[in-house]
Each structure stands twice: as structure tokens, then as C-alpha cells.
């Protein structure tokens, strides 16, 4: 009896760890379709002579940051480090305790990398509407390295990988913040360096 109800816990386990991983998955493919949202909306809003450009910078934030993110940002986000990030897990080397502040789930270290991917391309995406039809693209993906590898991890470490505003007891459940808010500002700043 007790072998029985060992083996039915362990089966529940290991189905809960599958279920949640599936889940964390099938969300992160819908916050990737939200890249095909932002650049239709983009193409809508900008002249048709630009469409290819805008397009364009949409489909490279999420190529700059699937580079970079992996080897710089996933680390500076979630890794081991201090207050003000992290300064271990580069390229996702994992040392057993590298990615503790993620141990509070049981999904494999790729589909978390994966989750936090699209929503990096996400925060970066936010701003090539705000200065859309104003930026050179060369320009753009200058920017779209730096969101991606250093502004959007470093406040991303601040608050989901247990930095001084998780000290505090800030909490962002859906990305209000470290998401849409850093790329609301990034947006901002853009703007109003570019000019009307």
C-alpha cells in the first residue's frame, strides 16, 4: 500500500512538472505571436513606403534578442549576482545554484529561458512603434542590442530575479513593469530624443 501511494505521488509529480511546462510553453508562443501583432499594427500606422522598414526592425528585435538574451541577459536577469544584477549564468551556464531565484518551479531551465525570450522581444518591440518612420535602421538595432542584453535584464533582475525592488516587496505577476513599462519609457525617451 505504501509502494502504491508512493509510485501514485511520484506519478503526480511528474505529470504536474509536464502539465506546467506545456502550460509555460503554450503561453510563450502566444506572447511570441504578440510580434506578428505589433508589427502589423506598426505597418498600419506608418506610410507604405516604410512598411518593409517597420517590419523589418520587428522581425530583427526578436532575431537581436534571441542572440543576446541568451548570452548576456538571461544571466544578468536571473543569475546569481547582487542587488543590481546578476553577474553569472552567461550563455545559461548553469552551476546547480546559478538560476535560483527560478527554483520555485520544476520547468526545465530551457522553456524558462524560452518564457523570458518573448517577453524580452516583446519590451524591445514596444518602442519601434514610438519611433517608427524616424529611426535609420542601423540606428534601431544598436538600440535593440542594448534593451535586449543590459536595460531589459538589469530591471528584469531588479524585480523577478530577487534584486533590490523583490527586497522591497515589489511584485509584478503579468510584466506591468518590467515588460510593458520598460519599453513605455524606452518608447519615451526615443521620442522625445527623436523630436516631432
Known amino acids: 500500500d505504501d509502494q502504491t501511494t508512493e509510485n501514485l505521488v511520484k506519478a503526480v509529480s511528474d505529470n504536474k512538472v509536464i502539465l506546467d511546462t506545456v502550460w509555460v510553453l503554450v503561453a510563450a508562443v502566444l506572447v511570441f505571436f504578440m510580434q506578428a501583432g505589433f508589427a502589423l499594427v506598426e505597418t498600419g500606422f506608418t506610410r507604405a513606403k516604410n512598411a518593409c522598414n517597420i517590419l523589418m526592425k520587428n522581425l530583427m528585435d526578436f532575431s537581436v534578442a534571441s542572440i543576446l538574451y541568451w548570452a548576456v541577459g538571461f544571466g544578468i536577469m ?62 534601431y538595432l544598436v538600440y535593440s542590442v542594448f534593451i535586449s542584453a543590459v536595460i531589459y535584464p538589469v530591471v528584469g533582475h531588479w524585480i523577478w530575479g530577487g534584486g533590490w525592488l523583490a527586497e522591497l516587496g515589489m511584485w509584478d505577476f503579468a510584466g506591468s513593469t518590467v515588460v510593458h513599462s520598460v519599453g513605455g519609457w524606452l518608447a519615451l525617451v526615443g521620442a522625445i530624443f527623436l523630436g516631432p
Do not use: H
Not at 520555485?104 to 524580452?120: D, I
Open 78 to 139: 536571473f543569475g546569481a549576482g547582487n542587488a543590481y544584477f546578476g553577474t553569472s549564468g552567461f550563455f545559461m551556464m548553469d552551476s546547480g545554484s546559478t538560476f535560483a531565484s527560478l527554483d520555485w518551479t520544476g520547468v526545465p531551465l530551457v522553456a524558462k529561458y524560452f518564457f523570458q525570450l518573448v517577453f524580452a522581444a516583446t519590451a524591445a518591440t514596444i518602442v519601434s512603434g514610438a519611433m517608427a518612420e524616424r529611426t535609420k535602421f542601423a540606428s
